[in-house]
């Protein structure tokens, strides 16, 4: 159950314009008002100062939010860092303290279904690690860390980069795309101890570079969006850990010969859409989604409004979409059509530092 701290945040959040926290590469996390009547922004402000605190998460039922950043004294294995702030009144942000994210460069967490693991991607040594959370949500002991093993074929594919932290509603399985070794690596996840052990994984073609992953609302399917080379791999999911490739897909016009690389995907609530992020054609690419067969049909390349779309929100309404812009310095706000899942021209514009993470406060 939600704590009475959270439901009253939850309140708050919902009375006014809903509150989005960002996660950037600057100086610390950010905080704007998203008017869903309107498909305005308020200016972002500072909420909370940190190095970095590149991707955030909630905690499910505490009032806690976690950032993955560098820490503010260097650990001495050099690892980065996680820190928890305490949401206040008015979604304020108080420092709770920090722990090691068990590797080097988290760039992605997750939260497991009870709030007791935290698991995290560590991009530079391609680390996944798992911490144990008390009932308060503050940090308890380090419960695994792994690095997966293999190489690529690209020059970015040395040895494995773990991109991308997700459980799945069972709460049994952990899914893990690596960049550096083009699998999407599948752990089994002991709720009870925090502790993940490798199960057997789903490869891509070589060179794809797997970034992240969004399964379908029904869990029948899971959709990798592949960094390197530009696509999408569609995957069945059998429910228990198993994942089967049935469609890849382009995320690119035919005819684009300009360098760019895919960041982002998610999947509409309705489970009829998904869309993609492309940095460097800087669009956002949309698929309809069939519900049976899982498999995708082109719909648009819709322009993002700023330069390298690093991430993208759909707002709880299913009729916008943010889209955070590190190479612009901007979140824009696009309109999107529930019935056909085409985006429109983006409207509200404005500025935030190296956003990497949108994330919305419900």
Request: proline share 7%.
């Amino acid at each position: 159950m939600r704590t009475t701290l959270f439901n009253l945040f939850l309140l708050s959040s919902s009375v006014f314009a809903a509150p989005v926290f960002i996660g950037t590469g600057a100086d610390g996390i950010y905080l704007t008002d998203f008017d869903a009547a309107t498909g305005k922004l308020t200016e972002p402000k500072l909420a909370a100062e940190y190095k970095g605190p590149g991707w955030i998460e909630f905690h499910p039922s505490k009032a806690v939010l976690y950032a993955a950043g560098s820490p503010k004294q260097e650990f001495p294995d050099k690892t980065g860092a996680i820190a928890a702030f305490k949401i206040g009144s008015g979604n304020t942000l108080e420092f709770i303290g920090e722990t090691s994210s068990g590797g080097k460069g988290p760039c992605h967490l997750a939260l497991d279904a009870t709030g007791s693991t935290l698991a995290v991607a560590n991009y530079n040594d391609g680390t996944t690690s798992t911490i144990r959370l008390a009932e308060d949500g503050s940090f308890g002991k380090l419960a695994t860390t792994i690095i997966a093993a293999g190489s690529g074929p690209t020059d970015r594919q040395k040895g494995p980069h773990a991109h991308g932290v997700y459980f799945d509603k069972s709460n049994g399985f952990l899914f893990m795309p690596d960049l550096g070794i083009d699998k999407v690596v599948v752990y089994k996840h002991d709720a009870k101890t925090s502790e993940i052990s490798v199960s057997p994984p789903l490869s891509t073609k070589a060179g794809a570079g797997p970034r992240h992953l969004a399964f379908s609302p029904d869990e029948k399917h899971a959709y990798v969006i592949n960094e390197l080379d530009s696509t999408v791999l569609v995957a069945s999911h059998d429910g228990k850990g198993g994942l089967k490739e049935i469609q890849t897909v382009p995320t690119l016009p035919e005819d684009f010969s300009g360098k760019s690389s895919t960041s982002e995907i998610e999947v509409h609530p309705s489970g009829k859409f998904v869309y993609g992020s492309n940095r460097g054609h800087d669009s956002i690419v949309v698929y309809a989604r069939d519900t049976e067969t899982g498999k995708l049909t082109f719909v648009q390349h819709a322009p993002c409004g700023g330069k390298t779309p690093r991430h993208f929100k759909i707002d709880p309404s299913g009729k916008w979409m943010l889209v955070g812009h590190q190479g612009s310095d901007t979140i824009s706000v696009l309109p999107l059509d529930t019935a056909t899942g085409k985006l429109g021209e983006p409207g509200s514009t404005v500025s935030a530092p190296k956003p990497i993470c949108l994330l919305f406060g419900k």
